[in-house]
């Protein structure tokens, strides 16, 4: 693989598809202020791959741009991409994405952990074929 960033409106639909909650907090997006995002771990070159990807609801795409106290800083990031689809975790990838070895990931703020598990019963992550 390359560090030339890849751009998939297929991954990106198959990435919207398959996670069809946030990946941080766990809702569906209801509502304006809670519409569901694609984010860019890595967002030098904004590359589609699956693994620079997370599923995340506006409130938590605030949290990762705003620099808030509960601010979600690229080591969550990465331990969320880890725990929420680890069939599309790859931090070789992910690394020459950054263009330099990736911060040590660090635990998942445990009040993320509690919203995701009150809404993941009602709406679980689906099982979808890649068609192409």
Known sequence: ????????KENLAFFAITFP???ACGHTGDGFLRRLTIHHCVRLGRS??????????????DRVHGGTKDW???PIQLSL???RDPAHWNPAR???LFLKNLPDLQPVPSEYLVEFEKWRPM??????????
Do not use: G, Y
């Open 72 to 74: 979600l800083t690229l």
């Open 94 to 96: 992910l690394r020459e």
């Open 48 to 61: 589609d791959d699956l693994c620079n990807l997370l599923r995340l609801c506006q409130r938590c795409h």
């Open 1 to 8: 693989m390359s560090r030339i960033a890849i751009k998939s």
């Open 21 to 23: 909650s946030c990946m």
């Open 81 to 83: 991409k880890k725990l």
């Open 123 to 132: 709406h679980p992550a689906k099982e979808v074929e890649v068609p192409w």
